[in-house]
């Protein structure tokens, strides 16, 4: 027993000299713009196409500018399984979403990158 709490003791001594202080990340006061690349309206509300549209929201609720840069073609028609790859709903106003990626045309991406360097 005199074993265990001298046992007990060194831990706690050692415990103290150890800094256990959890960092907080602290975020600069300055305020970004942010630009998200991937789905988002007028493509369907899957699960990417919501959290990209929800991640937006977070950013601008923390004082960020936020654009989505989305898909204006995701994949050919073809392999799409179901009926179509983009929603009839409207799109969120609160949103600064721009559809230009045309994910199966490599000139485009070279446009997209520089419209967003700029």
Known sequence: MADRL??????????Q???HKPQILKLSSQ???IVILGSAHPLRG??????NERLAR???????????????????????PGTSQYTNEPAPSDLDIHTR????NPLNWIVVGNE???
């Open 116 to 118: 967003l360097k700029i």
């Open 6 to 15: 001298n046992v007990n003791s060194q831990l706690q001594t050692k415990l």
């Open 31 to 33: 305020h970004k713009n």
């Open 46 to 51: 899957g699960g990417i196409a919501t959290f």
């Open 17 to 19: 000299t150890i800094n």
């Open 58 to 80: 977070e950013f601008m609720r923390l004082g960020n500018k936020v654009s989505i840069y989305s898909f204006s073609l995701q994949y050919p028609g073809f392999l799409f």
């Open 101 to 104: 990626v045309n994910s199966v």
